[in-house]
């Protein structure tokens, strides 16, 4: 049946199949997929075992953002119908799955997903430093990143540190929040501008979103962990997140979400390894090399090792490198302030954040007058 559903989906070309999961995952294994492929429409067969599509309809009904359901059979069987719509289907196709049907089918999901009069709302860029390896900078980068947004474009920035087993944000900043993430998790239903003002600390013009104090485990909602970051994004320009390393199922999650993704190195024989095989990991989990960008941060012009010899240990480009400039960084955390631009480090940083924002040379806050740069990462 999947094979002739396919034959019927390429000849009508009503919906186009971007990817084919081969039996019934878990739902953590489909929502990470779904955040990956950030689908329209599921096909789900509900011939082959009728209760494992059933549970995986319920989840997806569900979802967000909200994912249109079609349940796949291969008769018009009428009971195996109204079970699927109880379930959370919008739609029922059977075979010959006959181009009309598709095209009745695919009209009634459009009007779901854009009623008439429907406008969109503006979301802010999400934007996410990790590292293959803990202490590589990549908390250090995200922050000074976070600034130099700030100070570049004058819009709306929030710095949220969602490394739950060892944000360390707060406490390079001087902060003392009374709220974390995992308040605005344990109410990601309840948001709203008032009760969000209290969950962040605004320093420097920005606004902080906090760690946990103590370490917390992974078991965390992956559907309220969305809910915050579609939350943060209406009311953001830009929304600038420090994750654990990329190994973690958090950092996972949060990069599939994300409009741009950083992965930071250093120039050292351990960091330099664990990068790579967090390149091969990301490869093997459907993340293309264009979703994420590969940094080297602290790299001493004295090493031996060359941009070059470095992408092709990571099999990838690199995108920009920051220098090791120690006596900068050590005066800014003390004084827990952003980055000259001045200094080797500022300038750097300054620059990988113009490119970010999409900004040339003579761009300021009155808006782009050349750009010159390539995106960091291509929307998708």
């Known amino acids: 049946m999947a094979r002739r559903l396919q034959v019927s989906l390429a000849e009508s070309r009503v919906f186009e199949v971007l990817s084919e999961l081969k039996s019934y995952p878990e739902e953590q294994t489909l929502e990470i997929r779904l955040r990956q492929i950030q689908p329209e429409v599921v096909l789900l067969d509900v011939s082959t075992d009728l209760t494992a599509a059933l549970r995986l309809m319920r989840f997806l009904s569900g979802f967000q953002p909200t994912i249109q359901v079609i349940a796949v059979h291969a008769d018009n069987d009428p009971q195996v119908l109204i079970q699927s719509l109880r ?17 009745e089918a695919a009209t009634r999901i459009h009007r779901l997903r854009e009623p008439e009069g429907h406008s969109k709302q503006e979301f802010g860029k999400l934007v996410t430093f990790s590292s293959a390896k803990p202490g590589s900078g990549a908390s250090t980068l995200a922050t000074q990143t976070a600034f130099a947004l700030k100070r570049l474009t004058g819009k709306r920035v929030l710095l949220a540190d969602f490394d739950i087993l060892s ?5 390079a900043l001087k ?11 344990e109410r990601s239903d309840q948001l709203d501008p008032g009760l969000w003002s209290s969950l962040i600390v605004n320093v420097g013009g920005m606004d902080v979103l906090a760690a946990p104090d103590a370490a917390m485990s992974d078991a965390i909602e992956f559907s309220r962990l969305h809910d915050v970051l579609e939350y943060a994004r209406m009311l953001y320009d830009w929304v600038v997140v420090d994750l654990p390393t990329v190994f973690h199922r958090l950092s996972l999650f949060v990069l599939s979400e994300a409009d741009q993704s950083y992965l930071v190195s250093t120039a050292e024989l351990p960091s330099l390894h664990l990068a790579r095989r967090a390149v091969g990991m990301l490869g093997q989990l459907g993340y293309g090399k264009e979703r994420f960008q590969m940094v080297v941060n602290r790299l001493n012009r004295k090493a031996d090792i060359s941009t070059a010899d470095m992408e092709k240990i990571f099999t990838c ?6 220098p090791n400039d120690y006596y900068a960084l050590h005066k800014v955390v003390t004084r827990a302030e952003p980055l000259p631009a001045d200094c080797e480090l500022g300038r750097s940083v300054e620059e990988i ?4 924002a999409g900004l040339g040379q003579s761009d300021k806050r009155t808006g782009a007058t050349v750009l010159e740069s390539k995106p960091a990462l291509s929307e998708g």
């Open 87 to 103: 379930a959370g289907a919008c739609e029922f196709l059977f075979e010959p799955f006959d181009l009309a049907a598709q095209k």
């Open 317 to 322: 480009s690199v995108f920009a490198t920051f």
């Open 175 to 185: 902060l003392n929040p009374t709220y974390s993430l995992m308040d605005a998790l």
């Open 353 to 356: 954040s113009a490119r970010i």
């Open 167 to 171: 944000g360390s944000i707060a406490f």
